[in-house]
């Protein structure tokens, strides 16, 4: 280890998130010890993000340590998970004190919303990333999953989806506005919020249930894949913020909603016979019915195919 590594790892990354009682070894040995539950079984996932690929390079280092957790939250969410541990692997082109310290900030105060303890991890040199490998809990057998969905289940989506995605084109000059619809789509796509809540009470309600990172109308084609179904959207139906309608200006509001990523809401499936309950969750946010699922492969709105910019999503592999 060079020197001066294992100062930064003590004064930035031990102790970080919830003290959990599972955890038997967290940072400082040469792997974590955690224990189990009975009853249980281990829900894994890993997201990195890279600097110019998923966040702007100069974005708020407190904003990047909320946002590599977030969207592992947010895939712990979409299973109905309890997250638990996290191992953080950080690439840095240099030990800027600030960033670190904003950063560790950042990651600390999602950490200990959501019960979470940083276990362990690993730091290297290089281009600016950061990897999170996150872990929980789920009653056994009851995890959510994309596949499950089936004809005449009821299609839900939690929040005000395309916000994050107004966000970004307002960071990047592609959408204008001042004030409070800035300032509330900024902070849509700056710090997201991950569903866990939700996630769980959906345990035994939800059919299928995906988190919406690369658009709504694209997510809902994986999950419609996944479930061997298809979906009809009623684009009436989407719930779109005022903040978003007003700032849309040329593209309509309801292409950002279907279209655009980073939302990290979650989209479901869920029997009609089931909507009162579902209404009446208290997830802390609202919940809206936007379509049904059938048997018929493919997403249409309006009874249409829609249009390339709506249902292609982000593909990193894509030309
Ligand atoms: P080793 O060379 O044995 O892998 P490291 O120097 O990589 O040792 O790590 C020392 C300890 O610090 C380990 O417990 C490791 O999990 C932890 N650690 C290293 N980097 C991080 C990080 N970015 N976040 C949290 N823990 C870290
Ligand atoms: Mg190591």
């Known amino acids: 280890m060079p020197p001066g590594e294992f100062e930064l790892i003590n004064r930035h990354f031990v102790r970080r998130g919830a003290a959990r009682d599972d955890v038997r070894i967290g940072v400082g040995d040469d792997a974590a010890v955690v224990a189990g539950r009975a009853g249980s079984e281990f829900v894994l996932a890993l997201d990195t993000i890279v600097a110019g690929v998923h966040f702007p390079p100069d974005l708020d280092a407190r904003l990047v340590g909320h946002r590599v957790l977030a969207v592992n939250l947010s895939d712990l969410a979409a299973m109905g998970a309890d997250p638990a541990w996290a191992l953080l692997g950080l690439t840095l082109p240099a030990a800027d004190e600030r960033w670190l310290t904003g950063f560790s900030a950042g990651l600390d105060a999602l950490a200990h919303r959501f019960d979470v303890e940083l276990v362990g991890g690993d730091t290297t040199r290089g281009p600016l990333s950061a990897t999170i490998a996150l872990a929980g809990f789920v009653p056994a057998g009851q995890a959510l999953r994309r596949r499950g969905a089936r004809p005449g289940d009821d299609i839900w989506v939690s929040g005000t989806p395309g916000d994050a995605g107004g966000g970004l084109a307002l960071l990047q000059g592609r959408l204008q506005a001042a004030g409070e619809e800035r300032a509330e789509l900024l902070r849509r796509f700056q710090v997201p919020e991950p569903r866990v809540g939700l996630g769980r009470a959906l345990r035994g309600l939800a059919t299928a249930c995906i988190d919406v ?26 719930p779109v913020s ?78």
């Open 213 to 238: 990172s690369d658009g709504l109308a694209s997510d809902l084609g994986k999950l419609c894949a996944a479930s061997e179904v298809g979906a009809d959207l009623n684009s009436r139906l989407v």
């Open 242 to 319: 005022n903040a978003l309608r007003a700032v849309a200006g040329s593209v309509p509001a309801f292409t950002l909603a279907l279209g655009a990523g980073d939302d990290y809401e979650l989209l479901f499936t869920a029997p009609a016979t089931v909507r009162a309950r579902i209404d009446a969750l208290k997830a802390g946010v609202a919940l809206r019915r936007i379509g049904t699922i059938s048997s018929v492969a493919g997403v249409r709105v309006d009874g249409a195919l829609p249009e390339r910019e709506i249902g292609h999503g982000f593909d990193h592999f894509a030309d």
